[in-house]
């Protein structure tokens, strides 16, 4: 441990209404928040983005279940003589993330990358391994029925008996599911980028829809700014009723992209352009804007502790950074209040990327990290177990999930090297959507939607150095990062239904006179040029790859839906789709969300 645990007390959360102002783009705000690197290192293959919710504890409180996604592995480690029981090794590239436990001795870890559920029996330590779907993320046991729920990134919801076999239903609800929550009988689940809550009916479908609340925060000088969630990272379940959501919630109001332009700089309440919380959604009450967590950068995982008075909040960004811990613990109470932020004492930071955290029946808070890979208990007689002794350590990894030095880091906005689903406010570009990184960005130059950034060296030098407070970085770690940009993956998915529609749809898209192939051309489906396609300005034709996951579309995000898109926010220029009918425009969203 590299810093003594600090004791938790309510005393120790404050309201943040009457913070000083704090120039967080001054020389000397930022010289104590920037983060250092070290030497570089790159890794082959390059190591997954972290996603949270990979560590729990079984019911009687004697196993902790860490899946590692770095090195495809799955520790059982017996808390009572702290030691590693056993180590499951799975295939390259299974990414094992959520676990569920059922009520017969077995544990279930999503298999991200695989395609499938493993199925481990903890009397025997022996794993089944069962395909679900292209792109599994969620996972829960509802014990009335011993059914597992898994949710799909590609928005479908499977229910598999929990003691093997094949799904009994499969149900299509929505694109980009996080994950499942039995809350009292009923499924709930997330979605990652919009963070919504959505309620299945009993045959399975849609029931109902939460919106998290909108927040209002004080800027310090005597005005409000307001913040919209986005990117639910991890949800679970409250025992007496209700679900846990740790989330973002992003600056409505325009985003300078001055130098420190993403810290802002006006106050502690609202240090940055992006906040962590922690929402209370219950059945039949409404969902209040809960107080932002200061310092509390990239929120990927929340836990409950056993009496039900104190969350533990991972922050792994916050690892190189001295204004912030890895690992906050609030009191319940406070956070559900409305309004307002929170500043919670530090806890510790252990040698270590955290990853996940979880409580063990004493209430000691549990945290897991990745590199290198450890379990660490935190509290007053802490303890540290070594998992693996691979490294996995990649700088262009860390420095994508560092907090930069302004209480931001790349993936607060590109979210599992995605993008946070957000249209953004930009005081010198107006409304522009987050882009996505996924199946990288070298050879679709030049970047940002403007296209006024013509190489990766200059794209890190504006954003991540001078719009978020990061340090100069060395051409070796910008070349790490670009090697780790480049390899994030897309979203996997089943195979389409319909395959003739599918092929319909292509030929349309190939047509010279419907005009899509003209500027979305090549292997990435772009021609990388700036062009104006009648929306106002010179915008830079997108990579269509993966396009299925971006939802909102357009430059501005003004089609909720690709059918959308073929209304009209499409522009008068944008390809000639106007004449389409309703069953060609039908066979050519088919086919793009193939791409």
Not at 293 to 311: E, K, M, Q
Not at 371 to 383: D, I, M, N, V
Not at 429 to 447: H, M, V
Not at 553 to 576: E, I, K, V, Y
């Amino acid at each position: 441990m590299r810093h003594a645990f600090l004791a938790i007390a309510a005393a120790a959360l404050i309201g943040c209404f009457d913070e000083q102002v704090v120039h967080a783009n001054s020389t000397a705000s930022r010289s104590t928040h920037v983060p250092d690197f070290g030497a570089t290192v790159t890794q082959t293959p390059a190591p997954p983005a972290t996603s949270g919710g990979t560590l729990m504890v079984t019911r009687d409180g004697r196993i902790a279940i860490a899946a590692d996604p770095d090195r495809d592995r799955v520790y059982l480690v017996d808390l009572s003589t702290r030691t590693l029981t056993d180590t499951i090794r799975l295939e390259p590239g299974d990414e094992p993330g959520r676990i569920a436990e059922d009520s017969s001795g077995r544990v279930h870890v999503v298999l991200r990358g695989g395609a499938s559920i493993a199925t481990i029996a903890l009397d025997t330590h022996t794993y089944l391994r069962r395909t679900v779907c292209a792109s599994p993320r969620g996972i829960a046991f509802e014990p009335g029925a011993d059914m597992l729920y898994v949710a799909c990134a590609g928005g479908d919801v499977l229910t598999l008996p929990a003691a093997g076999g094949t799904a009994t239903r499969r149900t299509h609800i929505d694109r980009d599911l996080r994950d499942v929550v039995i809350d009292g009988g009923h499924v709930r689940i997330t979605t990652f980028r919009s963070a919504q809550l959505l309620d299945l009916g009993v045959d399975g479908a849609l029931s109902n829809r939460t919106v998290l609340a909108r927040a209002a925060v004080a800027d310090g000088q005597g005005a409000m700014l307001h913040f919209t969630p986005a990117v639910a990272w991890r949800a679970v379940a409250i025992p007496t009723g209700g679900v846990l959501v740790v989330h973002q919630r992003g600056q409505d109001e325009p985003v300078s992209t001055a130098p420190g332009g993403y810290g802002t700089g006006v106050s502690r309440c609202a240090s940055s352009v992006v906040h962590s919380t922690v929402s209370i959604v219950r059945a039949d009450e409404p969902v209040r804007a809960a107080p932002s967590i200061i310092d509390a950068v990239l929120p990927i995982d929340v836990a409950l502790s056993p009496d039900g008075t104190r969350y533990a909040i991972a922050a792994p960004a916050n690892r190189r950074a001295e204004a912030g811990a890895q690992v906050y613990v609030v009191d319940a109470a406070l956070m559900a209040r409305e309004g307002g932020c929170l500043s919670a004492a530090r806890t510790a930071n252990p040698d270590g990327d955290v990853t996940s955290v979880a409580f063990d029946p004493a209430g000691t808070v549990l945290a897991l990290t990745r590199e290198p890979a450890a379990l660490h208990a935190l509290g007053t007689s802490p303890w540290s177990l070594s998992l693996a002794a691979e490294s996995r350590a990649d700088t262009g990894h860390t420095i994508f999930h560092a907090n930069a030095g302004l209480g931001v880091a790349c993936a607060s906005c590109h979210a599992e090297g995605a993008d946070d689903g957000r249209v953004w406010s930009f005081a010198s570009a107006g409304r522009l959507r987050t882009q996505s990184l996924r199946g990288g960005i070298s050879g679709t130059e030049p970047f940002h939607w403007r296209g006024d950034i013509t190489d990766f060296s200059t794209l890190v030098r504006r954003v991540f150095v001078d719009r978020m407070g990061g340090p100069e970085l060395r051409a070796a770690q910008v070349a790490s990062l670009q090697h780790w940009i480049d390899r994030i993956p897309l979203v996997a998915h089943d195979a389409p239904p319909d395959v003739e529609m599918v092929e319909r749809g292509a030929a349309l898209f190939r047509r010279d006179d419907v005009g899509c192939a003209g500027c979305h051309s090549g292997e990435r489906r772009t021609n990388n040029v700036t062009v104006d396609v009648g929306t106002g300005a010179p915008t830079q034709v997108p990579s269509l790859v993966g396009i299925v996951d971006r939802a909102p579309f357009m430059h501005n995000g003004c089609a909720p839906t690709l059918r959308d898109r073929f209304g009209s926010c499409g522009g008068s220029r944008h390809g000639t789709t106007q004449s389409l009918t309703t069953s060609q425009v039908s066979d050519l969203v088919a086919y793009l969300e193939t791409l």
